[in-house]
Each structure stands twice: as C-alpha cells, then as structure tokens.
C-alpha cells in the first residue's frame, strides 16, 4: 500500500529533551516536507526537500533541523524542544514541484506536546 | 494581506444541505487549485484538483475557479454526516510548493 508513515504518533517530552520523528514513504517521490498544524494558524510549512540531500526552509523552520540522506526518509530533529513547539506534525510527500501539479499525501500525523 | 484565505468556521449544516466552501488569494500567478479534507486524527487526504478556472464535478462534490475574482469554491450537494471534515484549500504556482489556507471545518447533521 501507497502510504507515509511517521513515529512515533503520540509523543509527551519535557523542554530540552532531544527527539526525532521518523518519516518515511514508499512511492518514491523526489519531494519531502514537514507541516505543523495549531489551531487557528492552520498548515505551515516547516522544512522541505526536494531530493536526497537537498534541503531548505519552510515558513517557521526555528527551532527544528531535517536530514535526507536517503529518498524515503526525512527525519524531523528537535534539538532542544520548547512548549511552543507542542503541536501536531505532519510529514508529507510527492512526485516533485515540476509543471506544477503537486498532490501531496500526507501521513498520519504526530501529536507533540513538550511540557 | 495573506496569500491565501479561509473562513475557519465552524460550519454546521442539516444533512441533505448545499455547502459552500470558499478561499480568496491575492497572487494571480496561482494556477493549480485543490481542496483538502481531514478527518478527525487523520493527515489531509487529496479531495479535488483544478488547473486554471473552471468547474470540475466529482459526485457531490463540485469545484469552481474564478481566477478574475481569484476565488475558489467547493460545493458538496446532498451532504452526510461523513462529509464531517475539515476541507482546506490550497493553490500553487508551478514550481513552487502549495500554499494552504487555514480550513473550514465542516459538521453535518443527521
């Protein structure tokens, strides 16, 4: 089955405590990105990639680190996380930017809460 | 003024309703538009796709592009209670990586 799936779903941690979520996808799409989702502010971009070892910034990449050393996966790195980064966290993924039409296929979601 | 905007809602409806969900933009290069829906405690699944203006029909669902108005409309006839979602927009350039607008959550009554 076409699918993104992400690890863990659930995660509570205390601020400062290194964490990684794991992304992976096995379409082998070229484009890779990581969404957060708080209420309100609706999807916002967070990092994206657009190949192996090709990385760059979304709209509120503060805070957060990615790699992508391989085509399947783009981990997400909170270095030191903060309560303001409790949120939900959405990896997602597609063919590429070219001509245009980008459907993205999410994966399940990670609800992050950093007390 | 943002990109993309969207009234969150929320919006309750009879089964059997006419919705309307509605995004403005503002860059009129935008030229590939889709809509959205998350269920509860899932990731946004692809609802419908539209290049340029016009209206496209899947089943209930019908999406509609006014690139004069920059304003795009999804209507879902007859609707269920599993239309229960949240429906985002969302509209890209090519090349470029989709905008999304904040949502519209949607309850359906039976």
């Known amino acids: 089955e076409a699918q993104v799936t992400q690890n863990p779903r659930y995660l509570i941690t205390v601020t400062g405590k290194k964490l990684t979520v794991t992304c992976s996808q096995n379409?082998?799409?070229?484009?890779m990105s990581w969404y957060r989702q708080d209420p309100g502010l609706g999807l916002r971009q967070i990092y994206y990639s657009m190949n192996v070892e090709v990385t760059d910034k979304g709209d509120v990449p503060e805070g957060y680190k990615v790699s992508r050393k391989e085509k399947r996966n783009f981990p997400l790195i909170l270095e030191s996380p903060s309560p303001n980064q409790t949120s939900l966290y959405f990896c997602?993924?597609?063919?590429?930017?070219?001509?245009?039409?980008?459907?993205?296929?999410f994966g399940p979601g990670t609800r992050l809460t950093v007390l | 003024q943002k990109e993309v905007e969207q009234d969150p809602g929320p919006l309750s409806v009879p089964e059997g309703a006419i919705v309307s969900l509605n995004c403005t933009y503002s860059?009129?290069?935008?030229?590939?538009f889709m809509w959205y829906r998350q269920y509860s405690r899932k990731g946004p699944e692809l609802l419908m796709y539209t290049y340029s203006s016009g209206n496209k029909e899947d089943g209930r669902f019908t999406a509609q592009v006014d690139k004069s108005s920059k304003y795009i409309s999804l209507f879902i006839r007859d609707s269920q209670p599993s239309d229960s979602a949240t429906y985002l927009c969302a509209m890209s350039k090519a090349g470029t990586a989709l905008i999304f607008g904040k949502g519209t959550t949607l309850s359906v009554s039976s």
């Open positions: 379409m082998n799409h070229e484009y």
């Open positions: 997602a993924s597609s063919l590429g930017l070219a001509g245009g039409y980008n459907e993205q296929f």
């Open positions: 860059n009129s290069a935008f030229q590939y």
